[in-house]
């Protein structure tokens, strides 16, 4: 059974900042990972698709990074703003063709003016 | 938004009442999910259907039924309902064509209280 794991389960850093947030799991026969952001009280935004065959995958500020052998992703996120404080979720595609994900519980990120 | 709506958006009920959630998609997508979101537990597949009449259980069913009698709606049915029911169901379709292949998007939620 996928597990994935994402730690900290919370960060708080000052705005500018460059960071990263880390997301674990521990079948490294995924399909795909997605990383998501959901802001308080909202649905799931989603921020990047990495496919299995995908080292990376950039937009804007954001690089997520996928290690399947070490069963690792991270997310970059640089310059933070503060309009970047919300929850970020990783999960995890090991279900081939009916694309079900399995979820870390999120990592709540605050960044501080 | 990947054209995704949910209804009712907030619902309070009482236990032992019958509950129906809808999601809707305007898209055309095959594959549509149900989660339910909790403190501490993250988000948790319920239900998933992949195709029109075809459904089938994810990590926590129990208590839960699904329907899909046409490709745009997905219905989520509490029998009986219970306050460990109390959550927010949020609704999902997975692209299968064109820029987003594989992407997952989600509808806006919809926040149920069992009293």
């Known amino acids: 059974k996928q597990e994935v794991t994402q730690i900290p389960a919370a960060l708080s850093v000052p705005e500018g900042e460059n960071l990263v947030l880390n997301c674990s799991f521990t079948d490294s026969a995924i399909y795909n990972l997605q990383w998501f952001r959901q802001d308080p009280g909202k649905g799931l935004t989603s921020l990047l698709l990495?496919?299995?065959?995908?080292r990376e995958q950039t937009s804007g500020r954001l690089n997520a990074s996928l290690d399947k052998s070490s069963g690792r992703s991270t997310l970059y996120i640089a310059a933070s703003q503060p309009g970047d404080s919300a929850t970020y979720l990783c999960?995890?595609?090991?279900?081939?063709?009916?694309?079900?994900?399995?979820f870390g519980k999120g990592t709540l990120l605050t960044v501080n003016p | 938004d990947a054209g995704i709506t949910q209804s009712p958006r907030h619902k309070v009920t009482e236990t032992g009442t019958p509950v129906t959630l809808r999601c809707h998609q305007t898209?055309?997508?095959?594959?549509m999910y149900w989660y339910r979101q909790d403190p501490g537990h993250g988000l948790r597949l319920i239900h998933y259907s992949y195709g029109v009449k075809d459904t089938d259980k994810g990590e926590v069913s129990d208590g839960y039924s699904v329907s899909r009698s046409k490709t745009e709606d997905f219905l989520l049915t509490l029998e009986s309902a219970t306050s460990s029911q109390t959550s927010v169901y949020f609704c999902a379709i997975t692209a299968t064509s064109g820029a987003s292949y594989n992407e997952q998007f989600f509808g806006p939620g919809t926040r149920l209280t069992v009293l």
């Open positions: 990495i496919q299995s065959s995908q």
């Open positions: 898209e055309n997508h095959r594959y």
């Open positions: 999960a995890a595609n090991s279900g081939g063709s009916n694309y079900k994900l399995t």
